[in-house]
């Protein structure tokens, strides 16, 4: 992907979906936030809204794989929802293993001294972050 071109990241969740994007140069994870939005169009809705706002040139969904490689049910949800977004928003998607987003985004939000209860609210879109930047690595180190 050149460059100038932001890239947005999506961590859907059950109950919320962390967002985050690129900077322009493409090297590093910038800004997130999270969208609670239980039901699927009204999600799809205000994703395609940061993504009129943003424009970004390419969305990376996490894939939630298991540990040993495998996927299961919430993969396939991923990939369906990947899917229906680029039809929807009409950009590009990819999809990116998501394994350990979580974990390192709760170790984030606990070593910044955030509170239990803060950091459930925040821990899917700092995932999108870890997500987002794993991605631009492998693209950085692709350069």
């Not at 943003?54 to 049910?73: D, F, Q, S």
């Not at 070593?111 to 925040?122: L, P, S, V, W």
Request: proline letters at 2%; one cysteine or more.
């Amino acid at each position: 992907m050149a460059r100038g071109v932001k890239i947005m990241a999506v961590d859907l969740g059950q109950a919320r979906t962390g967002v985050a994007f690129s900077d322009l140069s493409g090297f590093l994870a910038g800004r997130c936030l999270t969208v609670t939005e239980h039901a699927r169009q009204r999600l799809l809705d205000a994703l395609c809204a940061q993504v009129a706002a943003e424009k970004p040139g390419r969305i990376v969904v996490g894939l939630p794989v298991n540990m040993n490689g495998t996927e299961g049910p919430k993969a396939q949800e991923a990939r369906a929802f990947a899917a229906e977004l680029a039809q929807v928003c009409g950009v590009e998607t990819v999809l990116w293993d998501e394994r350990g987003s979580s974990v390192t985004a709760n170790r984030i939000l606990s070593d910044a001294g955030k509170k239990r209860a803060r950091q459930r609210a925040r821990v899917d879109a700092v995932a999108a972050t870890v997500i987002l930047q794993s991605y631009l690595d492998m693209l950085n180190m692709k350069r």
